[in-house]
């Protein structure tokens, strides 16, 4: 079963609108990290919240995290047609050393 | 800054036959991370390796192997390949065991006919 499930599957709004994106996982984390992928391509990083911090930003990114339900949000505000994407969330677990756990992705689709 | 490099960046092969990804880290990294990412899913876990030793496992089908040589390169080994192989395949490599921040190289597309 997969430690992350993210909603919504697939988001599709207009250029300046923002996106949200929401990640739920299971276990105990060390630190809970989003990425972005193009079209089958690598995998980009985008930013990385520890288990003790509550919210962090990063230019248009602002992430979230509440270990008590155990979820993360991604917020992208004043979304451009570049940010079309799949985005991924993933977990380094407390009990499972370094390996990520990757949710299902979101595929956000930004229209211009 | 260099980044991990991954070859070769496409591989077509037949079922049954066997192929070879590599896995160049950067510079200084003495960690590799193997996952693999099926049509339409999440990247899946599959084995790492920290100073040249096998450091954990994860959904790795016993038909592959890998290892991580003294130059801290690392090689992904596939034999009787399938059809279900067909699939991104990403390395990342990292600082010391137990870190924060994976560097994810391009991915090794591999098509199995």
């Known amino acids: 079963s997969q430690q992350g499930e993210e909603d919504p599957q697939a988001l599709s709004i207009q250029e300046g609108e923002n996106a949200t994106m929401n990640c739920s996982y299971k276990t105990s984390i060390n630190n809970l990290q989003w990425y972005r992928q193009n079209s089958g391509r690598g995998l980009v990083h985008l930013i990385l919240i520890r288990s003790n911090e509550r919210e962090k930003h990063s230019g248009r990114l602002r992430v979230t995290l509440d270990t008590s339900k155990k979820s993360s949000s991604l917020l992208i505000t004043a979304s451009r047609a570049a940010d079309t994407a799949s985005y991924f969330c993933a977990t380094d677990a407390e009990t499972s050393g370094s390996r990520l756990t990757f949710g299902e992705g979101t595929q956000l689709t930004v229209n211009p | 800054a260099a980044g991990v490099i991954q070859s070769p960046r496409h591989l077509i092969k037949e079922k049954r036959e066997t192929a070879t990804l590599k896995c160049y880290p950067i510079p200084r990294h003495d960690t590799v991370y193997w996952y693999q990412q099926g049509p339409g899913q999440d990247p899946q876990f599959l084995i790492s390796?920290?100073?040249?030793?096998?450091?954990d496992k994860g959904s790795i089908p016993d038909r592959f192997s890998a290892q991580q040589f003294s130059d801290y390169h690392s090689e992904l080994n596939m034999s009787s390949l399938e059809l279900g192989d067909s699939a991104l395949y990403f390395c990342?490599?990292?600082?010391?065991?137990?870190?924060?921040?994976?560097?994810f190289g391009p991915g090794t597309r591999l098509t199995v006919l």
């Open positions: 990342a490599s990292a600082i010391g065991f137990n870190t924060d921040t994976q560097y």
């Open positions: 390796f920290y100073e040249k030793m096998q450091s």
